[in-house]
T-cell receptor, first 109, second 115 residues
Framework: DAKTTQPTSMDCAEGRAANLPCNHSTISGNEYVYWYRQIHSQGPQYIIHGLKNNETNEMASLIITEDRKSSTLILPHATLRDTAVYYC??????????FGKGITLSVRP | GAVVSQHPSRVICKSGTSVKIECRSLDFQATTMFWYRQFPKKSLMLMAT?????????EQGVEKDKFLINHASLTLSTLTVTSAHPEDSSFYIC???????????FGPGTRLTVL
């Protein structure tokens, strides 16, 4: 079973920031928080991951609470191409990933 | 990010035949590869984990004699669906991790349709 809970869906306007929340209250000390997204009929795309500190790359930012029980993925300027299912997963490094249902993000024009 | 390829991207076969799907890591060495299956409108389900040069570890409920996995090199893993039946029709996706850090990268998937 997935160790994370995410809302089923959310939407945001194109050009605005999309903030996707994730709860992982039972995360272990050696588990990372990974975010992937899947566009219809494609393989999942890696977005970002982190252990304790906040992380930023060219795609997104990951904010992890100090107690590590929740996190937020931020897409700073959402575009229509960001419409996808986003998966928040906790796992130890280089280990199998357990996918939950994810959150469907719809970016509207 | 690192690149993982799969071949073929889609395949249609007759019931009772075997189908082989290849997964390759193109720009890194994949010490571990994973095979997932995804049915329509469902999430990905892990089928098995394979480490280079070792026998694959299958998840509960996955028949190891039906889904043969070989990981003979650090850049190639294969999944063979033996004696395929219509209920094996699905989207099969591989992923790989290895000499690239803590991330795991996925292939584009293979759509299998068994008639």
């Amino acid at each position: 079973d997935a160790k994370t809970t995410q809302p089923t869906s959310m939407d945001c306007a194109e050009g605005r920031a999309a903030n996707l929340p994730c709860n992982h209250s039972t995360i272990s000390g050696n588990e990372y928080v990974y975010w992937y997204r899947q566009i219809h009929s494609q393989g999942p795309q890696y977005i970002i991951h982190g252990l304790k500190n906040n992380e930023t790359n060219e795609m997104a930012s990951l904010i992890i609470t100090e107690d590590r029980k929740s996190s937020t993925l931020i897409l700073p300027h959402a575009t229509l191409r960001d419409t996808a299912v986003y998966y928040c997963i906790v796992s130890i490094a280089n280990s199998k990933l357990t996918f939950g249902k994810g959150i469907t993000l719809s970016v509207r024009p | 990010g690192a690149v993982v390829s799969q071949h073929p991207s889609r395949v249609i076969c007759k019931s009772g035949t075997s189908v082989k799907i290849e997964c390759r890591s193109l720009d890194f060495q994949a010490t571990t590869m994973f095979w997932y299956r995804q049915f329509p409108k469902k999430s990905l389900m892990l089928m098995a984990t394979s480490n280079e040069g070792s026998k694959a570890t299958y998840e509960q409920g996955v028949e190891k004699d039906k889904f043969l996995i070989n990981h003979a090199s650090l850049t190639l893993s294969t999944l063979t669906v033996t004696s395929a039946h219509p209920e094996d029709s699905s989207f099969y996706i591989c992923s790989a991790t290895g000499t690239i850090g803590n991330e795991q990268f996925f292939g584009p998937g293979t759509r299998l349709t068994v008639l």
